[in-house]
T-cell receptor, first 116, second 109 residues
Framework: GAVVSQHPSRVICKSGTSVKIECRSLDFQATTMFWYRQFPKQSLMLMATSNEGSKATYEQGVEKDKFLINHASLTLSTLTVTSAHPEDSSFYIC????????????FGPGTRLLVL | GQNIDQPTEMTATEGAIVQINCTYQTSGFNGLFWYQQHAGEAPTFLSYNVLDGLEEKGRFSSFLSRSKGYSYLLLKELQMKDSASYLCAVMDSNYQLIWGAGTKLIIKP
């Protein structure tokens, strides 16, 4: 099956700092990548959809200047949480999908962010 | 609005069978997915249904009825490692996944 990696798996940072999370598709070209956030005991919440080479599409209520997404290649997307605050502490998960629109999304292992 | 409903929590016994239901109301339909998510981990893909009927894959089977807006995930010969949340997701007319809140399955010995 398709493999998606995410780095780092866990990060602790001070309030006000920025954190970059990488998402890579290891054995397929991901034309579309998705970034989700999941708070404890809650469902996945889609933050944004990014297509390689174009600007990300953000969901309503997600600040694009705070959550910077770059999808520079077919195998790499990055999410940068700028000026992180304790309320940004969450489980951030990326997923990647191949060229077909009706294709399975494969998830990365997730990044647990704790902002002190 | 778009809506995915599934039970919040279910309990079953090791070795038994459990059926997790999912009903949906979405703008368009391009398939229904089931994912398994263990605590603290990302979801892993289980199944995809786009046509009516039953898809069997080992101990897991998934059923779809598009006319009823209904699907279920059937788990047989339950094992303790099957304790997890099971997420139902529907791909709408814009090819976006609409996620259910997940069903937490507790397996007892």
């Amino acid at each position: 099956g398709a493999v998606v990696s995410q780095h780092p798996s866990r990060v602790i940072c001070k309030s006000g700092t920025s954190v970059k999370i990488e998402c890579r598709s290891l054995d397929f070209q991901a034309t579309t990548m998705f970034w989700y956030r999941q708070f404890p005991k809650q469902s996945l919440m889609l933050m944004a959809t990014s297509n390689e080479g174009s600007k990300a599409t953000y969901e309503q209520g997600v600040e694009k200047d705070k959550f910077l997404i770059n999808h520079a290649s077919l195998t790499l997307s990055t999410l940068t949480v700028t000026s992180a605050h304790p309320e940004d502490s969450s489980f951030y998960i990326c997923s990647a999908r191949g060229a077909g629109v009706i294709e399975t999304q494969y998830f990365g292992p997730g990044t647990r962010l704790l902002v002190l | 609005g778009q809506n995915i409903d599934q039970p919040t929590e279910m309990t079953a016994t090791e070795g038994a069978i459990v059926q997790i239901n999912c009903t949906y109301q979405t703008s368009g339909f391009n398939g229904l997915f089931w994912y398994q998510q263990h605590a603290g981990e990302a979801p892993t893909f289980l199944s995809y249904n786009v046509l009516d009927g039953l898809e069997e894959k080992g101990r897991f089977s998934s059923f779809l009825s598009r006319s009823k807006g209904y699907s279920y995930l059937l788990l047989k010969e339950l094992q303790m490692k099957d304790s997890a949340s099971y997420l139902c997701a529907v791909m709408d007319s814009n090819y976006q996944l609409i996620w259910g809140a997940g069903t937490k399955l507790i397996i007892k010995p």
